[in-house]
């Protein structure tokens, strides 16, 4: 393995904290239930759990990601249904700007010497739970590009009328990464059962979970607004809960 420099930084800046990626396969059908029409699911039914601290509004934002292997216009990527941050001032600007799904939840996530633990709290539920192990340095991998699929969409005032103020478009966020660090890790993910995020029921787990740690070297973003998605097909994916992209009811879990 080539040497690989281990990221150094000024004590206590929030700046180079590793994301822990957390990635297992689940069901087909169960990707396919997830996604609205003009969105298909990927080559293989991958999550990834996506455990963060990074500084937004120049201070720390606390957050995990889920995401779904989809593909829009025969592009690959990924789609984004729920993004749970600590950072109230991030989340409306967010959503207006670009549909990204964001919403309040408090996240735990820390690393003590070669200790990893991480948790993540939502409407009192802890949906989400991590522990693990550093267990050596991963191999650094050729520098790659993402698409990440949110959906910007804003419907009518006239709740008796199923039409749209802004009709549901695709917005794409395309990224280049490089690679300053990896960790390997051995550990347990817990799913649990919520309602309010509903990974544990929807998005079972159907292979052993993979963990590592990664340090990024962030080397291009673009947000761009896409295609129109059918409104019609749309219409059972633009209730959701909260201001996530999970089906809901009124901005609650669906009843029954």
């Keep these: 393995m080539t040497n690989v420099t281990k990221p150094v930084g000024v004590p206590g800046d929030i700046l180079n904290w590793p994301m822990l990626k957390i990635s297992y396969l689940t069901d087909p059908a169960s990707i396919a239930a997830l996604l609205p029409p003009g969105i298909t699911p990927g080559k293989t039914p991958k999550v990834t759990l996506t455990v963060y601290n990074f500084p ?19 592009i690959e990527g990924e789609y984004t249904l729920g993004i749970a941050i600590d950072q109230e001032a991030a989340i409306y600007g967010s959503h207006e700007r670009w549909g990204q799904p964001k919403y309040y939840g408090e996240t735990k996530y820390f690393r003590l010497m070669d200790y990893i633990s991480a948790s993540v709290t939502h409407r009192g539920y802890t949906f989400l739970e991590y522990s693990g192990q550093v267990t050596g340095e991963g191999e650094i991998p050729p520098e790659f590009e993402t698409n990440e699929w949110w959906i910007k969409c804003l419907r009518g005032v006239d709740m008796a009328s199923t039409d749209y103020d802004f009709p549901p478009h695709v917005v794409r966020v395309y990224s280049k990464y490089g690679t300053a660090y990896v960790e390997k890790l051995s550990g347990k993910l817990t799913l649990n059962d919520s309602p309010w995020d509903p990974v544990a029921s929807k998005l079972p787990v159907r292979s052993e979970p ?8 962030f080397l291009d973003r673009r947000i761009t607004l896409e295609g129109p998605l059918d ?23 669906k009843k029954g």
Aim: glycine share 14%.
């Design 56 to 74: 937004v509004l120049n201070e720390p934002e606390y957050g995990c990601v889920v995401n779904i292997d989809a593909n829009y216009n025969g």
């Design 210 to 217: 993979e963990a590592h740690l990664w340090t990024p070297i």
């Design 231 to 253: 409104p019609v097909g749309f219409q059972p994916f633009a209730d959701t809960i909260g201001g996530s992209r999970w089906p809901g009811e009124f901005g609650a879990p």
